[in-house]
């Protein structure tokens, strides 16, 4: 926040400057996703990877933008998708307004930012952009496809994941090198660094949805185990139980039939086969490999500011 | 269709092919609704204008392709907004598959068309088709805006037809001349013949909904009135009314209260009131508008399509 603090107050005036139309309905809705406290990571991972890189000039203020809006776009989709009422704490979009206009201001918002990046004027930051778009929907419709199936290997849930997540985290950070102009080790070790992070970031965020903490986030906790989702703590516990809760976890999630006491019994599976806990451990595991995949570049201001958001990323579950 | 046979087949390829994911429920999902009839008239557009610019060279092939997919993407959203069940006499993929893969396909769909054209390398066509994507979806807010409002002036619902249906029209026509680098008044012209086609083309629609030849198309008669949707019909005959007539008309359309015998009396007005006439009256203007539009440009072939495609979005209200 230090490093980027100054960069991040224009994206902000950038954002409000461009959710603007002839139909008020869509800066309404926008500003209320956009407003309700995103932690703004993704924009702020653009601006500290041009840092990183060197890059001295304004690029990277439109470009973060870009970023924030394809990541809203997908927020008030996955919010008519999952039927959710509330985030970080507020009613949703699709409560408020109803899931019309938030597919519509969704695909607004899209479209905002490959204006905003036809402006700018790179086929690259285009193609970089273009690209993990169309892999974060694969992303949804594979998690549509595996939804309920208790028994995917952990390996397609970890695709899904790199699809939905982390491709936005990686984008957002090989731009920076992009519009650096920095070349294609550099971009890879962005990219790379990007779509461990944002493993990470999943996978605790998976493993904070059956913690006591979501409540402090104004998140309610369960959410993805009534929704049915298939999560990696779940998937831990699925392996390590008995028939009988192998059984359990079936129909909860994979029939979604549950009934009082069953978030509860979850719960205590989870703790038993320690399944939070090393989701946990796994999560490291992708954050180790986003800070060794920074040794390329030199140290300094800039690097530790993103060694840092990893850290915080993984600390966030304590 | 005789003038771009050969291309549009290698434009049904191209769709086929990009189409593919690892998600195998979206070839599945956009198969369906991409297979099921649909007359690619915008992809015939663009390599129509190319044509007419006397353009040789592949690129057409790609970017109508691209075209079709946004237009795909938008039905597949609109289907969702509007809760239809049938599309050209088909059950809708929301129906099919629900709501969530069809906002995901949609969404899929969008991003591939800009990776084909990221691909194809041009940030002019970049530009026009991510501007019409954008205004498509201001055109569909501003129509969620304006629903159940029997007293928009007519120039406000024209606005929104401009939008939600002209625009793609426009850019399809428009990216001909970019493609053959034609300079900015062949493009104008051909983005003004799409505009205006485009109007045309949704008056059309407008009028076919009240009219007994929607079943002949595997289309349900009064779907527009069901929903309370205000179209050119609806605001002639309530402008033309009397007092009840106009309580009717808020009611039905207004409150959406209706009951049995309501579409009847309301086709009733409709003739009355030279209603259904004269929308198409209004879509004729456009129609010659379109036909002007092209007189900057040679006589031949490809002009007396572009003509005839104005011809048949008329005539086929008869």
């Known amino acids: 926040m230090q490093l980027v603090g100054d960069d991040l107050i224009k994206v902000n005036h950038t954002i409000l ?24 990571l993704r924009p702020m991972l653009t601006l500290a990877t041009t840092r ?23 927020l008030l989709h996955d919010d008519v998708v999952d039927e959710s009422n ?15 206009p938030s597919v519509l201001v969704g695909d607004f918002l899209f479209s905002r930012a490959f204006q905003i ?82 493993i990470a970031f999943q996978l605790v965020d998976d493993t904070l949805d059956y913690s006591a903490q979501q409540a402090t986030l104004g998140k309610t906790v369960g959410d993805d185990f009534r929704e049915g989702k298939v999560t990696l703590p779940v998937l831990l516990a699925y392996r390590r139980g008995d028939e009988d809760e192998r059984a359990f976890w079936s129909r909860c999630i994979g029939k979604c039939e549950q009934k009082d006491g069953d978030l509860d019994h979850a719960m205590a599976l989870l703790q038993r086969h320690d399944a939070l806990h090393d989701s946990i451990e796994r999560a490291r595991h992708y954050g180790a490999m986003a800070r060794d995949g920074l040794g390329i570049f030199p140290d300094g201001e800039a690097k530790r500011a993103l060694v840092d958001v990893v850290d915080f990323c993984i600390e966030r579950a304590y």
Chains 1, 2 share one sequence.
């Open 86 to 100: 509330l985030r970080r704490g507020d009613a949703t979009a699709n409560v408020l307004w109803g899931n019309q």
């Open 117 to 198: 990046m036809v402006q700018d004027g790179s086929l690259e930051v285009l193609r970089v952009l273009a690209n993990a778009s169309a892999v974060i929907s694969e992303g949804e419709v594979m998690q549509l496809e595996t939804l309920n199936n208790v028994g995917i290997p952990e390996e397609k849930y970890l695709d899904v994941v790199a699809a939905k997540t982390a491709a936005l985290f990686a984008a957002a950070c090989r731009i920076g090198a992009v519009i650096a102009g920095r070349g294609a080790v550099e971009e890879d070790a962005l990219e790379a660094f990007g779509r461990n992070l944002g």
């Open 17 to 40: 400057d461009r959710m603007h139309s002839r139909a008020p309905l869509i800066p309404q809705l926008a500003g209320h996703i956009i407003a309700s406290g995103g932690k703004r």
């Open 52 to 74: 990183l890189c060197g890059y001295v000039g304004e690029r990277q203020i439109g470009l973060a933008a870009a970023v924030e809006f394809i990541h809203t776009a997908s």
